[in-house]
């Protein structure tokens, strides 16, 4: 694969991409702006074992800053770009849309201008299932409609699919876009629902449900998300756009029951009202990827949150 800049590297999906690279054996560029919506330390936690591989640098700066990826491209002989650095998050992208707007397009643009110059070949864009909204068509497949967006977040990263198909058309830019259905697991963000609900059953709290708790996800475990990425590396040629996701459905109130299991606690349920901007149901058709990249994913529901709570515990020693 040569040299990868991973953008987002130290985050949730971000640092344990890079942990699989160096341990394959690749050059790993991790670049991190340690946005303040969560610790710098967690952060920098998730990286803490790559930090004395000789493979592995850390740059940290912002994707918007011309003269930043100027030196890091013009220091690097960069073969591709895994860019996962985003302002994330459906509810607060209702409250800052212009900032979602400026770091998700813009800084997506200001970096596939900066591969173009460096000549860069290969570029996978980390989408979203957002941006399918609130389809009626389940399984979503790839070609499903995406023109009705409901959040900010997923009209930027909307956005950056077509600026990322401009690249290509205009500069023969191989590209993948690669669509995350709810990615969990270790390292999980504090505010995203499994981390959130492990820690307020774990703690006694009260676990806000939005809805009935009839609402419906495709939970993907991270493991699965990093293959799907280094296929995509492998095997995209021109510019494809695949599903990552598990293509199982699971209730907003099984998720809760799967979490009171691994925990061995129950769950204070608070039912508030629906919220703007999330959608009812998300399931991945994974034909497209099966197909092309060979992704199937491994592990369920059941595992995966065993597996996170069991991460949960070791970090609330910390």
Known sequence: MGTILVTGGAGFIGSH????????????????????FYSKQAKLRNIASMKE????????????????????FGHHAVDAVVHLAAKAGV???????????????????TLLEHARLFKVKRFVFGSSSSVYGNSDE???????STNQPVSPYAASKRAGE???????????????????????GPRQRPEMAIHKFTRLIDQGEGVSLFGDGSSSRDYTYVDDIVSGILASLDRTRGYQVFNLGRSEVVRLKDLVAHIEAALGKQAK??????QPGDVRRTCAD???????????PKIGIQEGI???VEWYRTQARV
Not at 138 to 144: D, G, M, Q
Not at 162 to 184: I, K, Q, S
Not at 269 to 274: G, L, N, R, T
């Open 306 to 308: 065993r597996r996170f």
């Open 286 to 296: 994974l034909t497209h990827s099966r197909r092309t990249l060979g992704y199937e």
């Open 91 to 109: 509810r607060p992208s209702l409250e800052v849309p212009r900032l979602y707007t400026d770091v998700n397009v813009t800084g997506t643009a």
């Open 53 to 72: 591989a000789e493979a592995f640098h850390l740059y940290e700066g912002d994707i918007r800053d011309p003269a930043l990826l100027e030196d890091l």
């Open 162 to 184: 077509l600026l990322a198909y401009t690249y290509h058309h205009l500069y023969g830019m191989d590209v993948a876009c690669l669509r995350f259905f709810t990615v969990y």
């Open 17 to 36: 991409l890079c942990e699989r690279l160096v341990r394959e054996g690749q050059e790993v560029i991790c670049l991190d702006v340690f946005d303040s």
């Open 138 to 144: 389940v399984p979503l497949p790839e070609t499903a």
């Open 269 to 274: 349920m608070v039912y508030q009202s629906e």
